[in-house]
């Protein structure tokens, strides 16, 4: 897309006056006194709230952590509380322009300077830094400095500071924002330009994901705010387009995220901050907004919404997913897509939001300045979805949405789950994916499988005797059909051979009325239990052989045993989708070759 339209429209021929900061600095007192009131008051709070947190040290130790126990959180805790600190002074010094908060500022600003990498430990490269490190080298190397994910967006923090506090800055030393181009020009900017061997550009590796865009996006502003030369700057953007080019020709038609709609915001959401930079610097010459993989790929979210706060939580995506509203409506508004826009407007929040995870503060300003329509419509989810590349089906009807999936048991981040499916009752979640956990040194090394809630048997798919399904490309749903109830599949083959299984012929239904079906029939080359897992959001209670759990009540077609487990919710991040414990609920059919098991799920209310 954008190689094509460079080929045509050299970046110079298009480039405007070089590009300004696009958000008002601190001494334009009229545009941050106009912002709401209640947007000036949450940013006065946010300011006030870190005044009292000092800067925490970061040390060697905390950095080894992660290759000595795979810890992540020492290092990443005071890593993002010091960016965070940063915004907070920043926000302060162009809310009220209080001293104590300049001072904050500079030291942030200087402390992050002196950092002797901003790359986190958990992406400190082996020794070809094109390759992910399998181990992980236990200190970065100064002399060969790495761009991951968040040495670019804390180049993109400095270059924004520095231009909203440019002045004030200057007035306490004249030192601090040419240390700072110094900084980003050998950490961040240099490396960009004249590496070819950082996976993530696409051009030693294929299998992109998120960290391309993301990091893309990081760099670009950063250029925009650093170069001064027109020639160096086109050369940077357009090597930026090439390597935007290779993440797009990995995203199918349908603009479906194999790592879930959580990682919609570094992924299309930053492609979106891409787009929009581009069309800016170049006055409106360069707009792709009618492009279908672009617009599906924007609409992405919607797609997966359920209601509510809930998404479509398969692979290491959060059920309550942490979007930017302000990023949705701004995509609604470029696609002209009304749906998209209101799911943007129900999500906008308050501009502290934007750093209470990794700190944005490009999407904190966006959110403060960037033009948002006057109203939106009410967002609806759509009653009907079909991803055909992701093999997923979302059905709507009777108040219960009904997710189910094929899929392929590969990726980064993947959980071993095809065949697997949900059910939401009135946007309320029943039968569920336990989602993600905080990432540590298992997560993405050869112990992934190890974690709980990534292995088939905490999954809403079967188990054969023993058997799990297995990880890899060639474990993988087949024959997927999408049907009017549902979806039906065979998911025989993501099971290990020794399992044995022939055929296990799944399909799914939900009727007008909100009922659904599951029926599996499975056939074996020896005699084995099969045991249907339920993983469930409410204690559920046996009566007469069904389980009532929380809005829903599943009854299966035959006697079976029944096995019941709590799970304790004890990791932080699965405790904020789902707090307290979830249950998993098995049904297990007796020793067979041939196995025909079927469930009616339905709503208590109309049992």
């Not at 055929?503 to 009325?513: D, G, P, Y």
Request: hydrophobic letters at 40%; glycine letters at 8%.
């Amino acid at each position: 897309m954008f190689a094509e339209y460079l080929q045509k429209h050299p970046l110079k021929t298009v480039l405007g006056a070089l590009p300004a900061c696009p958000f008002p600095d601190a001494e334009d007192r009229a545009a941050w006194e106009g912002l709401p009131q209640a947007d000036r008051a949450a940013l006065a709070a946010l300011s006030e709230s870190y005044r009292a947190v000092e800067y925490p040290l970061l040390t060697a130790r905390e950095y080894m952590a992660f290759a000595r126990s795979g810890d992540r959180t020492a290092w990443e805790g005071p890593y993002f509380l010091r960016r965070r600190k940063l915004i907070a002074a920043l926000m302060g010094v162009c809310i009220a322009g209080a001293k104590a908060d300049l001072d904050a500022l500079v030291d942030g600003i200087w402390l992050v300077c002196e950092e002797t990498s901003w790359v986190i430990s958990a992406h400190n490269g082996g020794e070809h830094a094109g390759v992910e490190p399998t181990p992980p080298r236990p200190l970065p190397d100064v002399a060969s400095p790495y761009v991951d994910l968040f040495s670019a967006q804390t180049a993109m923090i400095l270059s924004l500071a520095c231009a909203l506090a440019g002045d004030r800055l200057d007035g306490v030393s004249p030192l601090i924002r040419p240390r700072v181009r110094r900084e980003i020009e050998a950490r961040v900017l240099t490396p960009f330009e004249r590496r070819d061997d950082f996976w993530w550009m696409g051009m030693i590796r294929r299998d992109l994901c998120n960290w391309t865009p993301w990091i893309v996006s990081n760099v670009m502003l950063s250029a925009c705010a650093q170069i001064a030369d027109p020639d160096r700057l086109c050369s940077l953007l357009e090597r930026g387009c090439l390597m935007l080019d290779r993440y797009l020709a990995v995203i199918p038609p349908d603009g479906s995220c194999d790592e879930g709609p959580g990682y919609w915001s570094m992924a299309g959401g930053a492609l979106l901050d891409c787009l929009e930079l581009l069309e800016r610097v170049t006055h409106g010459h360069m707009r792709f907004w009618e492009d279908e993989k672009l617009r599906a790929l924007l609409r992405f979210p919607l797609n997966a919404w359920l209601g509510g706060e809930w998404f479509v939580n398969f692979a290491d995506c959060d059920a309550r997913c942490d979007l930017p509203g302000e990023r949705l409506l701004c995509a609604g508004e470029k696609l002209g897509d009304p749906a998209l826009s209101a799911l943007g407007a129900r999500f906008m929040g308050s501009p502290g939001d934007a750093i209470a995870d990794t700190p944005q503060l490009w999407r904190l300003l966006n959110r403060l300045f960037a033009q948002k329509s006057a109203t939106s419509p009410t967002a609806n989810p759509p009653e009907d979805v079909w991803l055909a590349d992701l093999e997923l089906r979302v059905v709507r009807r009777g108040g219960v949405a009904l997710v189910c999936k094929g899929g392929v048991n590969e990726g980064s981040h993947n959980h071993n789950d095809c065949g697997g499916f949900m059910l939401y009752v009135d946007g309320e979640p029943q039968i569920v994916d336990a989602g993600n956990m905080t990432y540590s040194g298992k997560t993405f090394s050869d112990q992934r499988y190890t974690l709980w809630n990534i292995r088939s048997m905490y999954h809403n798919v079967p188990m054969i005797g023993d058997f799990e399904q297995a990880a890899g490309r060639r474990y993988r749903a087949r024959d997927v059909s999408r049907t009017d109830g549902a979806l039906t599949l065979d998911i025989a083959r993501a099971y290990p051979d020794k399992a044995g299984a022939q055929a296990l012929r799944r399909s799914f239904a939900l009727s007008e009325n909100g009922e659904a079906t599951l029926a599996d029939a499975v056939t074996l080359n020896e005699p084995r239990p099969v045991t249907e897992v339920f993983m469930l959001r409410h204690r559920p209670e046996l009566q007469d052989g069904a389980l009532y759990s929380g809005a829903i009540r599943i009854a299966p077609e035959r006697d079976m045993a029944v096995a019941i487990e709590e799970i304790p919710v004890d990791d932080p991040r699965m405790a904020r989708n789902f707090p307290g414990s979830l249950w998993r609920a098995t049904f297990t059919a007796a020793p067979a070759r041939e196995h025909r098991l079927a469930f009616r799920i339905s709503r208590k209310d109309i049992t």
